[in-house]
């Protein structure tokens, strides 16, 4: 995934497939593979039981603007049809 001014891993501004460190017109096939593997490090389960002190806000809402990455990705996907 790319390297954001911030420090993240994702992008914190721009669409939200840019969150994801797809194209913005990228495939549906290749949006849910970054999600993937995306979740598998960044889903705050996997943190469970840590102290994580600040950063677990912030791991939170980078989980839910990838979430929302695919939620919109498959609500225009619905809408076309």
Known sequence: M???????TV?????????????GDA?????????????KELHPD???????GSFKEKLAQIFARLTEAVQEMEKARKAKK
């Open 46 to 52: 996997r943190y469970f039981g840590k102290d994580l």
């Open 27 to 39: 495939d549906v096939a290749t949006v849910k593979r970054a999600f993937t593997a995306a979740s």
């Open 11 to 23: 992008a914190c501004a721009g669409s939200r497939r840019t969150s994801l460190g797809v194209a």
């Open 2 to 8: 790319p390297q954001h001014p911030c420090g993240c």
